[in-house]
């Protein structure tokens, strides 16, 4: 389909949506590594966590793995090309820890690098600007072994691994995230155990959590001493808005004590240099081993926030326990729509943190590193892919982000959440999040009407833009 054509196949709506993004906006499409590259015993890959965990029936869905996921490792080149296709200006990618520094620590794999290399010079070819995550939840088994976050010196070999990667790359890459969602890493994988390594202990997340800031701490001065100057560096934290289901002062209380725990826990340290007051107390831990100089080093200042945002929460006070925030979520909102995740689609919750994240914690310059939706998609074996559901959310999360520039809160990109469909850590393949369809069978990518719609709209900005 010709550009032209694309255009044509968006409404005044989309139209007039485009013309609000600036000109140096970064419209991109993400992916982890361990959600797509496969090839996880090649090349001196060696075992991260998730390879564990996966590998514990039950675990994850129909026993499913990323042993093979989307052959990225192999596809790389093609599916450089369907970025270029897309017409997308950014790919925010992961790099995975095992294949670079396979024991976490150590000897470094020439051919870990390599990929990566070629991936970044591949995207800049194609003139696609490359944002690369340092740790999207890929943990080298060795170092789970010596007690994984839970133990401080991980952080240290993070800040090893990071500076290693980061000679290597960091003359051309646009932008580093030191961790992705580490709320993820330390309250899925150490309090509930849903994802890799799979511990039920909450003061293990309180102290992982640390960990994983401290990693942040530590890295963040080296990759701004390796890069090429400016090269922003950041982190991406995973928010769900919570909003009050009624009135009352014990559901404003709940509401607000969901809050510390969901939303505050990590951007507190970051923006504040402080974890929030009551947040060990109201989880009924401990607080973490905080040694001196650790919070200077997690409060120092970062170049950009990435924002990771797909729903809200709303609950109702009085049935909260103190450690199980699910239990105060109201059930189906009436009349709300849901994603095969069950998370309800609420556009206007993204405007409302990107404002709060501005307004409340100072942040001078917010990229949405991850929106998106999962959908049951079908595919009949031809070229196309219909999945209206996506493309409707798409638009009202981006108008939600349009409304949120104009109000003023400083985004520079969206990236959305994925450039295919993937593992989905514990839902494994059953749930799909791409604009790309990925037929696992045969590894055929197929873009789907979300993809030519966002291309579409991609193309109405550039020619907007276009001075
Ligand atoms: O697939 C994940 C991603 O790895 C991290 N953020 C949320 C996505 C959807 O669940």
């Given at each position: 389909m010709s550009s032209t054509e694309q255009i044509q196949t968006l409404s005044s709506a989309d139209l007039a949506l485009a013309r609000v993004f600036p000109k140096n906006f970064v419209w991109g499409a993400a992916t982890a590594a361990y959600q797509i590259e496969g090839a996880t015993q090649e090349d001196g890959r060696e075992p991260s966590i998730w390879d564990m965990f996966a590998a514990i029936p039950g675990k994850v869905h129909q026993g499913d793995n990323g042993a093979i996921a989307n052959n990225h490792y192999h596809l790389v080149q093609e599916d450089v090309e369907l970025m270029s296709q897309l017409g997308l200006g950014g790919y925010r990618f992961s790099i995975a820890w095992p294949r670079v520094i396979p024991q976490g620590r150590g000897a470094v794999n020439a051919a870990g690098l390599d990929f990566y290399d070629r991936l970044v010079d591949t995207l800049l070819t194609k003139g696609i600007t490359p944002f690369a995550t340092l740790y999207h939840w890929d943990l080298p088994l060795a170092l789970h072994q010596e007690g994984g976050w839970t133990n401080r010196a991980t952080a240290y070999a993070y800040a090893e691994y990071a500076e290693i990667v980061a000679r290597r790359l960091g003359d051309r890459v646009a932008g580093w995230m030191t961790l992705n969602e580490p709320w993820c890493s330390a309250y899925l994988g150490y309090g509930i155990g849903i994802h890799a390594p799979g511990e039920q202990d909450l003061q293990q997340a309180i102290d992982a959590g640390h960990h994983l800031l401290l990693a942040h701490g530590l890295a963040l001065p080296r990759l701004r001493a390796i890069s090429a100057p400016n090269v922003p560096v950041g982190i991406s934290l995973n928010f769900t808005p919570i909003y009050p289901a009624d009135e009352r002062a014990e559901t404003l209380r709940d509401a607000e004590r969901a809050d510390l725990f969901v939303n505050r826990w990590f951007i507190e340290p970051l923006a504040r240099g402080q974890y929030p007051d009551g947040l060990f107390a109201a989880l009924e831990v401990e607080p973490p081993p905080v040694q001196a100089g650790d919070l200077e080093l997690i409060g120092a200042p970062i170049d950009f926030l990435g924002v990771n945002n797909y729903t809200r929460d709303v609950v109702r006070g009085g049935t909260m326990s103190a450690r199980a925030n699910e239990s105060i979520k109201v059930g189906p909102v009436p009349g709300a729509?849901?994603?095969?995740?069950?998370?309800?689609?609420?556009?206007?919750?993204?405007?409302?943190?990107?404002?709060?994240?501005?307004?409340?914690?100072?942040?001078q310059a917010l990229y949405v590193m991850e929106n998106g939706a999962a959908f049951k998609d079908s595919w009949d074996g031809g070229d196309q892919v219909h999945d209206p559901r996506r493309v409707a959310y798409m638009q009202e999360y981006i108008g939600a982000l349009a409304s949120a520039i104009e109000q003023g809160a400083p985004v520079r990109g969206y990236f959305v959440w994925s450039l295919m469909d993937n593992f989905e850590w514990a839902e494994g393949y059953a749930k799909r999040f791409g604009i790309v369809y990925v037929d696992y069978q045969t590894q055929r990518?197929?873009?789907?009407?979300?993809?030519?719609?966002?291309?579409?709209?991609?193309?109405?900005?550039?020619?907007?833009?276009?001075?």
């Open positions: 729509c849901y994603t095969e995740m069950g998370w309800e689609i609420y556009p206007q919750a993204l405007a409302d943190l990107l404002i709060r994240l501005h307004r409340e914690y100072g942040m990518r197929i873009i789907k009407d979300s993809g030519l719609w966002y291309s579409a709209l991609l193309e109405a900005w550039r020619a907007n833009t276009v001075s």
